[in-house]
């Protein structure tokens, strides 16, 4: 079956940068489809993060860490990354890959709306800790 598996969380100082990698499984076949990050800090609810189209176009990214981080994809390497920089301690959270594989949903859930019920992969979660 499809597996999504996040990995690259750990500890990190305030200012530093991570990269967390999520790799889909070979059966991962789809043409189209949105792949998105969410994060959830303890006693929040889940929110969207960034997310990168199959077929291009712009990237969409949360308020909170634009022009800080950076997702990509490498389709042929079925891998996403999302590069972060000058990390601070509101991005703590367990950070979640995730992909909508519906062709008429995708390109609208990778224009910002993130809404969780569109995902249907999605992989455990890795977390992420900023230390002040």
């Known amino acids: 079956q499809v597996r999504l598996v996040e990995s690259g969380g750990g500890s990190v100082q305030a200012g530093g940068s991570l990269r967390l990698s999520c790799a889909a499984s070979s059966e991962f076949g789809y043409d189209t489809y949105c792949m998105a990050w969410f994060r959830q800090a303890p006693g929040k609810e889940r929110e969207g993060v960034a997310s990168v189209y199959s077929n291009g176009g712009t990237n969409y990214y949360a308020d909170s860490v634009k022009g800080r981080f950076s997702t990509y994809l490498d389709k042929g390497m079925k891998m996403v990354y999302l590069q972060m920089h000058s990390l601070n301690a509101e991005d703590t959270g367990v950070y979640y890959c995730?992909?909508?594989?519906?062709?008429?949903?995708?390109?609208?859930?990778?224009?910002?709306?993130?809404?969780?019920?569109?995902?249907?992969?999605w992989g455990q979660g890795t977390q992420v800790t900023v230390s002040s």
């Open positions: 995730a992909a909508d594989v519906s062709w008429l949903s995708g390109a609208r859930s990778c224009t910002g709306t993130w809404s969780p019920p569109n995902f249907g992969y």
